[in-house]
C-alpha cells in the first residue's frame, strides 16, 4: 500500500494534502485497486475512473456531515478507501467484509444503500429535504453515472428538484459506458455537449462580457433572471439540466483536481440544483482496462498484468467445460430466432451478462438494448407481442423487480405472449443482497396467467424457453448465476432439438416411498445427491423435479404427499410465498395430509460472500437436503424437530 494512503484515516487528512501530494496519492489509490480487485473480484474499472473525482470531493466536501450519495454504489470503493475502510480493504465481496456497494451500515460516510441503478437523484433529493425541514445546514451530492442517467427514475428526481430549487448538486460522471457502450437519445445527446465545450465557454464569456458593459449589460442581466436567460437563450439553446431547473456546470475534465474543486465550490456556493457534468475515463490508469472497458466494469479475480508470467500451456487434458446459463440460453434463443422470424430480444443494458450480445452479433436488428430502464422492456416488449413480435426480455431476476408494475399490469392482465429470461436468480454470490434473485418466485407465482418454470440444467433450459415460445401467453424461466451442471464427461450439446414440455408437468427422477423431495430448478441436482447419500442409510427418498412451480403439478405432488405423508420442498429463493408455500397450499386446499419441510432462503436478507457457501448456509446443499429428509423421516415429533431446526414440520 502507497505512503501516503496509509496515512489516510478519514476525509480530514486529506485537507492539508499539496496538489502534487493528491497526484501521488490517485497514482497509489489505483495501485490498491488493482491489487486488491485482483484478489476478491469486483468492480475494477468505474473505480479507476472516480479517483480524482473522489479526492475532490472528499476535499471540499466534509462527510459525514455533508452527504454524498453514490448511484449504484459500486464505483464507490475509493470512497471506502478514504473513509476509514483502508485496513479492511481487501475483505471486499468476501464473505464477512466490506460490501461491494455502499451501505448505511458499514459506515456514516455511506448516507444511503444501493446497487441497483438511478437512485441517487431521488435519495440525495429527500436527504436535502429533510435537511431543509429540520433547518439543518450540510452539502449534498448526488454522483451519477451516464448508464444510471438512461433509468427513467433518474429523471423523476431531477424533474422533482428542478422545481423544488433546494440546494443540491448532481454530479454527471459521463463515462460514455454504461457496462457496455451506453446507449441512447441522451447519450448522444452527452456526447454533442462534450463535443462543444468551447460553446458552453462562449456562452458564461458572453455572460461576462455583458455583465461589463456600464450601465447597460448588469441591468439586462439583472431582470429578475430573466432578461438573462433570454440572452443566453439567443446565444445558446439551454442545456436540457437547464431546462429541467438546474444550473449547468461543464463538462470538465474529470482527472483535473484543482478544477473539479473550483467548480464544485462554485457549484455549491450558487446553491439551488446545480448538475456538474464531468468527463471521465472508465479504467483509468490500468491499460487493459482503459482498453477493455466493458470486461473491466465488474470481473473476477485475475492476475494484474505485471505480475503475469509467460507460462507454457499445461499439456492439454481435453476436459469439457460446462457452458454458462446464460451462453445455453443466448445460444438456444439463436436457434428459435432462426427459425421464427417474430422472435426479438431485449436487454436493459446487460448485453454481456445476459448473453445476449452473442444474439446481437446474429441479429442486430431483433436485439434491442434499452438501457437500465427495466420497466421500458417490459412495456415495449408487451407492446411488441401485441403487434406479431415474440419478444423475450432477457432480465436478472434482481432487476425485474423494478418492472414488476409492467409485468402485471401491461403483460399479464393483457395474457400476451412475453417471454421472461430471468438470468441471476437465486444467490448470486458476492454482490450481495441488493443482487440476488431470490425473491421473483414468490413475487411471480401470485400473478395469473404466468406461466413459471425453471430448468435444472441446460438441455431443461432449452427446452423451456422453446417452451415459453409456443405459448399464446406470458411465460417466465428463471435459472442462476453460474455453469450448468454437465453428465461426467459429457459435452454441452448446443445443438440439441428442443422439446415443447408439456405445461404443469413435472418428472419424477428417483423413486422412494420414504420421503419425497420436490426440488426446483438447480436444487436439483442436490436433491438427487441427497437421495443417493440417503440411500446408503437404507431411506428411500423420491425426488421430483418440479419443473413448473405455475401451474404445479398438483396430481403428482399430492400422491407423493399420500404415499410417503412426508415431503422436503427445495427451492433456491425466500420460502415466504415460494414454491414450497405453493404445495403447502395446494395440501391445505386439497386437505391431504403430510409432514412438509421447506427449505430456501430465511425471513432476511442475504449477505455477500461465496455462492455455495451461501446456499449452504441456508440449506441449500446436498448436505442440508439430506439433512432435513432424514430427520423428517426419523423424528417423530414436531416438539423434538424444533430442538434441532427453526423448520419444524407443519
Ligand atoms: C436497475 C439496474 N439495472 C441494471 C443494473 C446493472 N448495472 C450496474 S452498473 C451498470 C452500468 C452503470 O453505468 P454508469 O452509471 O454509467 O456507471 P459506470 O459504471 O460507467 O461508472 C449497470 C447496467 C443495475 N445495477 N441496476
Ligand atoms: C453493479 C451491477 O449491478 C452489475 O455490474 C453486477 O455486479 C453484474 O453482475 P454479474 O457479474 O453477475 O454480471
Ligand atoms: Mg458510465
Redesign the pocket.
Known sequence: MGRILETIGSPADLKGLSLAQLKELASEIREELVETVAQTGG?L??NL??VELTLALHTVLSSPRDRIVW??G??AYVHKLLTGRREQFRTLRQEGGLSGFTRRSESPHDPFGA????TAVSAALGIALARDALGERFAVVAV??????T?GMAYEGLNNAGTLGTDLVVIL?D?E???AP?VGAIARYLTQLRLAPGARRAKEDVERLLSQIPGLGEPMLRVGGRMKEGLKHLLLPGTLFEELGFSYYGPLDGHDIPTLQHILRDGLDHGGPVLIHVVTQ?GRGYRPAEEDPATF??LGPFTPYWKAEKVEPAAAVERPKPPSYSKVFATSLIGLAHRDPRVVAIT???PAGTGLSAFQKVFPDRCFDVG?A?QNAVTMAAGMSTAGLRPVVAL?ST?LQ?GYDQLIHDVCVQNLPVTFALDRAGIVGDDGPTHHGVFDLAYMRCIPNLVLMAPKDGAELQDMLATALSLEGPAAVRYPKGACPLSHGQAFDFEREPRILEVGRSELLRPGTDVAIIALGAMVGPALEAAGALEAEGIQAAVLNARFVKPLDEGRILDLARRTGRLVTVEEGVRMGGFGSAVLELLSDRQVAARVVRLGVEDRFVEHGGQESLRAQQGLSAEGIADAARRLVKVVSPAAWRKGAENAPS
Open positions: 468492480h474499472g468505474p475512473g472516480v448511484d449504484v459500486h464505483q446497487g441497483h441503478a438511478s451519477v453515472g451516464d448508464g444510471a442517467l433509468g460522471n463515462n459506458m454504461s457496462i451506453n472508465k466494469h465488474g436493459a443494458a446487460m437500465i427495466e436478472y432487476f423494478r
